[in-house]
């Protein structure tokens, strides 16, 4: 199976960058999606096909791929930010996500 | 507007069996593959299972093979899970998820989830 490697947490000071990795092997290979789950809330794609933001999604939020990593950006961290971030790849036909990274602004 | 509604948590017993639904509407439901997503208390995401828009092909987690069946009825907007032989690492919320398909699919809908509590 496929796995998908996370960081459990990140601080970040409003304002700065945060960054979230995912790691899996030959991950740039593969197209990555990030989610955003604010507590007691469904996720919510904020990345898909690695870099593209849907619409409303803040221009903030950046992602990038390549080689074994992905990563999400937030630039200008903002106290709303905060909430659970998890990655997710397909590895043929199924769906795996990564463990999830829980994002404090503080 | 997009709606997914999910029903049919439940407390239940290890080795009972629990049915679950998810009411569609606001979309065209017969075009679009649909999966179930689980997460337990205080833990993250876990794709459960997924089936194509006219139910054709269906794929599961490993853990849920055998156990769970997932199906639709297009005619009532309807998705299915139907669990049996439940464990209590079943536990957690339960959300249908619609697929956006595309160059790399991922999900662009979710239900607010409903909760299967596995214990004796």
């Known amino acids: 199976s496929y796995d998908l490697t996370q960081p459990p947490s990140v601080s970040v000071s409003p304002g700065q960058t945060a960054s979230i990795t995912c790691s899996g092997d030959?991950?740039?290979?593969?197209?990555v999606f990030w989610y955003q789950q604010k507590r007691g809330q469904s996720p919510v794609v904020v990345i898909y096909?690695?870099?593209k933001r849907p619409s409303g999604i803040p221009e903030r939020f950046s992602g990038s791929n390549s080689g074994d990593a992905a990563t999400l950006t937030i630039g200008g961290a903002q106290a709303m930010d905060e909430g659970d971030y998890y990655c997710q790849a397909w590895d043929s036909s199924y769906v795996v996500f990564g463990g999830g990274t829980t994002l404090t602004v503080l | 507007q997009v709606q997914l509604v999910e029903s049919g948590g439940d407390l239940v017993q290890p080795e009972r069996s629990l049915n679950l639904s998810c009411a569609a509407s606001?979309?065209?439901?017969?075009?679009?593959?649909m999966h179930w997503v689980r997460q337990a208390p205080g833990k993250g995401l876990e794709w459960v299972a997924l089936i194509s828009y006219d139910g054709s092909y269906t794929y599961y987690l490993d853990s849920v093979k055998g156990r769970f069946t997932i199906s639709r009825d297009n005619s009532k907007k309807l998705l299915y899970l139907q669990m049996t032989s439940l464990r209590h690492e079943d536990t957690g919320v339960y959300f249908c998820?619609?697929?956006?398909?595309?160059?790399?699919?991922?999900?662009?809908?979710w239900g607010q989830g409903t909760l299967v509590a596995v214990s004796s």
């Open positions: 998820a619609r697929e956006h398909y595309g160059s790399g699919s991922y999900f662009d809908y």
């Open positions: 030959k991950l740039g290979n593969k197209n």
């Open positions: 606001g979309f065209t439901f017969r075009t679009y593959s």
């Open positions: 096909q690695d870099t």
